[in-house]
């Protein structure tokens, strides 16, 4: 009797939590694709990039370091940074709303910005 | 002790599952657009309405705007209807039209009081110059050139309001001087608007819904308790972000008058459509400029008004028509709002 209530406890957590990870699979699939990359030094604004334009950025840092920005098919990545520890270069590539990827030692926050959800433009 | 924490973490889920579940299960709007009404894209999202059938109703409400825009257009002639290109070939004559044309017209006259001028929908005399040019400017860029200064002038004696002659119990309307024409681009789009979207509030039974026609865009109702987010355009569209600001419309209608919407270009400079009356060209106080307010005709006429002239002059002018808010985007890409603005901005 105890032992078959909790084989029933097990089926029930594990089928929550199950439902709870496909919803939150579909739901980051169908997070909405950010637009552009918006890059802030020391919580400055220090410019905006297209996703939709491939190309390659130094973004200079505080004292005197940088960070190497590639923007290639929709996807911003720090290729290269002076930072020791290297976090930003190994973080993968971003493309979605909110994303960001972060170089502390250099200050550099590079946030994926996207077109807010609208219902009609003027 | 492991089974409370188990516990929580499962509410957890189901919490989270369930918020996710309930942004899957948001009707999906119904959308509907047509390319042949006002020279522009018009757009119908529906989100809610009474009873069904929503294509029936969104092309009884094409017909109804085919119906205005025919009405409404000075540039073509349909068989069997007097539109406002009759009353202009047909200038020094009366011409019987459709009420909803002596409509329209006394509305245009009530701008021109209201907005100092600023608003004329007998400007067509001179604003066919700078049509023509922008016209062929279009179809051959190496030919364009600017309508003669001189043509302009002798144009503009031809603009007064007085020439319209509206007679309601004949149902005629004439303009007194052969050279005068009608130019309701400033009004028209927005007032077919203001008309479509109040038949399609009583008479198809949309409540939650948006129309728009060509930028002038009319909220019927509201979403869900919510206002309807509407993007404010950068005027630079190649700019990372697609809209300066994002403001709340709810049972009203929004705006913008902005000179990146038509123009043309000699020798590298851009000359836009909206013409200031008093210079007799393409009126540079700002970049654009959107307004909000619940009459879409009205917010039509006023985002034209406040374009042509500079922002300290229409942020005055505004205060006498409280139930109007703007924002101007000025050539340096900076804001600036008027008082009642701001409680519209969402983000």
Redesign the interface.
């Given at each position: 009797m105890k032992a078959s209530r909790k084989n029933g406890d097990v089926w029930l957590i594990a089928g929550v939590v199950a439902v709870a990870l496909l919803l939150f699979a579909v739901l980051w699939l169908l997070a909405e694709r950010g637009t552009a990359v918006a890059v802030t030094v020391d919580g400055k604004p220090y410019a905006t990039y297209p996703l939709s334009q491939n190309t390659e950025v130094k973004i200079a840092g505080v004292d005197g370091g940088s960070c190497t920005l590639v923007i290639a098919d929709g996807q911003a990545t720090v290729v290269a940074a002076t930072c020791p520890d290297g976090i930003c270069v190994r973080h993968r590539a971003v493309s979605r709303g909110g994303e960001t990827i972060v170089c502390l030692p250099n200050r550099v926050v590079v946030t994926v910005v996207g077109a807010p959800a609208v219902d009609g433009e003027v | 002790m492991h089974r409370r924490l188990?516990c929580g973490v499962?509410t957890l889920?189901?919490v989270?599952?369930a918020v996710?579940?309930a942004?899957f299960t948001a009707a999906t709007p119904q959308k509907a657009s047509w390319l042949d009404v006002f020279d522009t894209v018009t757009?119908l999202?529906v989100y809610r309405m009474d009873g069904t059938d929503f294509y029936e109703k969104a092309e009884q409400l094409h017909h109804r705007l085919i119906d205005y825009h025919r009405l409404f257009d000075i540039y073509h002639t349909y068989e069997g209807v007097n539109n406002l290109k009759t009353v202009n070939d047909n200038a020094g004559k009366a011409v019987a039209v459709d009420p909803l044309i002596l409509d329209l017209l006394e509305y245009g006259l009530s701008m021109y009081e209201r907005t100092d001028g600023r608003v004329n929908i007998l400007f067509g005399a001179v604003l066919t110059r700078w049509h023509a040019c922008r016209t062929a400017a279009l179809a051959d860029p190496s030919a364009a050139r600017l309508p003669q200064e001189a043509a302009l002038q002798e144009a503009n004696r031809h603009t007064a309001p007085s020439l319209l002659e509206i007679d309601r119990g004949a149902g005629t309307v004439r303009l007194t001087d052969p050279q005068a024409s009608l130019d309701v681009g400033a009004i028209a789009k927005g007032y077919a608007a203001e008309l479509a979207a109040a038949y399609a509030a009583e008479e198809l039974g949309f409540t939650s819904a948006?129309l728009?026609v060509g930028?002038?865009?009319r909220?019927i109702g509201d979403?869900g308790g919510q206002p309807?987010?509407?993007?404010?355009?950068n005027p630079d569209a190649d700019a990372?972000?697609?809209?300066l600001l994002?403001v709340g419309?709810a049972n009203g209608a929004?705006?913008?008058s902005g000179d990146y919407q038509r123009y043309f270009e000699v020798d590298g400079r851009r000359y836009a459509h909206i013409i200031d009356p008093d210079t007799l060209y393409p009126a540079t106080y700002v970049r654009a400029v959107?307004v909000l307010c619940p009459h879409s005709g009205l917010a039509d006429a006023l985002s034209t008004a406040l374009f042509v002239m500079p922002v300290e002059e229409g942020m005055a002018f505004l205060q006498t028509v409280p139930e109007a808010a703007a924002v101007w985007v000025l050539a340096d890409g900076s804001l600036r709002y008027s008082p009642n603005f701001e409680s519209y901005i969402l983000?």
């Open positions: - | 188990l499962l889920c189901l989270f599952g996710g579940c942004s757009g999202t948006l728009d930028g002038n865009l909220a979403k309807f987010s509407v993007g404010v355009k990372a972000r697609p809209y994002t419309v929004a705006v913008t959107t983000a």
